[in-house]
């Protein structure tokens, strides 16, 4: 088989691959939590790399151009997971730190038991 159309498959496909990530990444960065994505389905296709990749560690002769998608895939799926690990945890404690202080903010903004009571007893005197 030529062997330049194996070298630039492979260089092709590890440019897609990086190139198909590229956007989750500028989500994980703006939102500083990792969103969009499924972590399951990430999480197996780590898996998938890590396993395709020690499967090439024993061949006979290590193919570099079938090893680099596939350690681009353990980098790039790996960083996400544990993007998601130590972000979405920090993000849920902001969300809801946020969500407090909103409803804190709403329950100040009620009239309290005692307003309500002066309010009504005006009320009845003047009438």
């Given at each position: 088989?030529?062997?330049?159309a ?31 994505i ?16 020690t ?13 680099v ?18 972000l979405n945890p ?8 946020e ?29």
């Open positions: 088989m030529n062997e330049r194996i070298q630039f498959f492979g260089v092709l496909s590890s440019i897609l691959i990086a190139a198909g990530l590229i956007p989750q990444y500028h989500e994980i960065i703006k939102r500083k939590e990792v969103v969009g499924s972590i399951p389905f990430i999480t197996i296709d780590w898996l998938g790399g890590i396993f395709s990749f499967s090439l560690l024993f061949r006979p002769q290590f193919d570099a151009f079938a090893g998608p596939y350690a681009l895939v353990i980098v790039m799926d790996g960083f996400i997971i544990l993007a998601a690990l130590i920090l993000a849920r404690k902001g969300n809801e730190a969500e407090r202080a909103q409803l804190h903010g709403c329950l100040e903004s009620l009239p309290t038991t005692a307003t309500l009571m002066t309010e009504r007893s005006d009320s009845a005197i003047t009438t």
